[in-house]
């Protein structure tokens, strides 16, 4: 009976937020209704190896460090993909090619100038200010609003309102929405950015605080701040570029890849032609890696992802980032990047540093800002940046 009375709270902070007449601009989704919670849920820890689980054991899982799709509402996720590839193949139409190199040089180097810490950080406060932004708790929903609100500002103080670019909330049964953001290019050929809003403290979820500064508050002001800078072209303003560019904000990681599972299986049934995804998902620590005296680097991740995509993102990094890129692994469903591979559509992963160095103090009440480094999310934003802007201007014929 609590979490459902805690559940509708969730849903009516939300829509109260995001309907609020100061951002009439702002299109909404109608919310929907709160659902019955199931007493088990079908949760996927490898391909084609699944189980039943109680929410406690899912909890479990993640403090061993177990990683999992939770598949419930979403258990035919890439199946007519997996059926169109496949005529695809029969029929000799090639898969997504990448660019050779970065060719917009000229053009991403006097932006890369232009984006800025303090906004990252001023963001940040904000959003770790919230107790938690657990995806079942009202705090989960109101901190969604704030970052909507945030994002059609983005939108509405570049004019890209006025060319047709828009903002909306995706909403899900459990009451925090996840964030879609769109910049209409010449084509519905589509390249998302992605990080989760979420957080979570794994040891008490529905109670304890979770300020999530690095999982995944950092990767969620990041591309903000990159969404931000990448309106001050003309060109990507004015929807010149051949394709779409969509930042994605998800809602519900923590509880197995939840809310990046329903955008796109809703893409796949539509025929969403989505040419590539990159992850953002902790961008902010590096005093594991320092400690050990490794050379600060962006962590590649490349098992589980799109290999010419990856290649790809080596030559954006090695052009735009003052840092260097180490290759490294996460493991099965790691993040949400992971939902878009299996709805068939090309992802990339980019972490703080090598796996084995990345934050440890994820999921506690101790994920806070002053333990990470603005330089070294500075240089994710360079890489987001960079990336999309490329990609806008890509040719995928």
Not at 351 to 363: G, R
């Amino acid at each position: 009976m609590a979490a459902s009375i805690l559940l509708s709270v969730s849903i009516a902070s939300l829509v109260t937020a995001i309907t609020h007449p100061k951002d009439p601009q702002i299109p909404i989704q109608d919310a929907q209704p709160p659902t019955t919670e199931p007493d088990l849920y079908l949760i996927e820890l490898a391909p084609g190896e699944t189980k039943y689980v109680t929410e406690d054991d899912k909890w479990a899982l993640r403090l061993e460090g177990i990683n999992f799709f939770d598949i419930t509402e979403t258990p035919e996720l890439g199946a007519i993909n997996r059926e169109l590839h496949a005529l695809n193949r029969e029929m000799g139409v090639k898969s997504v090619s990448f660019p050779k190199k970065t060719a917009h040089n000229e053009s991403v180097v006097p932006l890369l100038k232009k984006l800025e810490k303090k906004n990252m950080r001023k963001h940040l406060e904000k959003f770790t200010s919230f107790h938690t932004r657990y995806y079942k708790s009202s705090t989960g929903a109101e901190s969604s609003a704030w970052l909507l609100s945030q994002v059609n500002s983005t939108l509405s103080e570049a004019g890209a309102l006025e060319h047709g670019a828009s903002v909306k909330a995706f909403p899900h049964s459990w009451g925090q929405a996840s964030i879609i953001a769109t910049i209409p290019g010449k084509s519905e050929k589509t390249v998302v950015i992605g990080a989760h809003q979420d957080s979570i403290n794994l040891f008490f979820p529905s109670l304890l605080a979770a300020p999530g500064a690095d999982d995944d508050g950092s990767g969620t002001v990041t591309i903000l701040e990159a969404l931000r800078v990448l309106l001050q072209s003309e060109d990507v303003l004015k929807g010149k570029g051949k394709n779409t560019i969509e930042f994605h904000w998800y809602s519900a990681e923590e509880g197995g890849l939840l809310g990046s599972q329903a955008i796109f299986q809703s893409y796949e049934k539509a025929f969403k032609d989505v040419k590539a995804m990159l992850q953002q998902d902790m961008t902010g620590y590096v005093q594991k890696t320092l400690d050990a005296g490794e050379p600060e680097s962006l962590g590649l991740i490349t098992d589980y992802v799109d290999p010419g995509l990856t290649d790809f993102i080596k030559k954006v990094i090695t052009e735009y980032c003052s840092i260097p890129y180490v290759l490294t692994k996460c493991g099965y469903a790691c993040s949400d990047h992971a939902s878009a591979s299996k709805a068939g559509y090309p992802s990339a992963f980019v972490i703080e540093s090598d796996f084995k160095y990345s934050d440890n103090k994820i999921h506690t009440t101790e994920d806070k800002i002053e333990y990470l480094n603005f330089d070294h999310m500075l240089q994710h934003a360079r890489l987001t940046l960079g990336l999309a802007y490329e990609l806008a201007f890509a040719d995928f014929d």
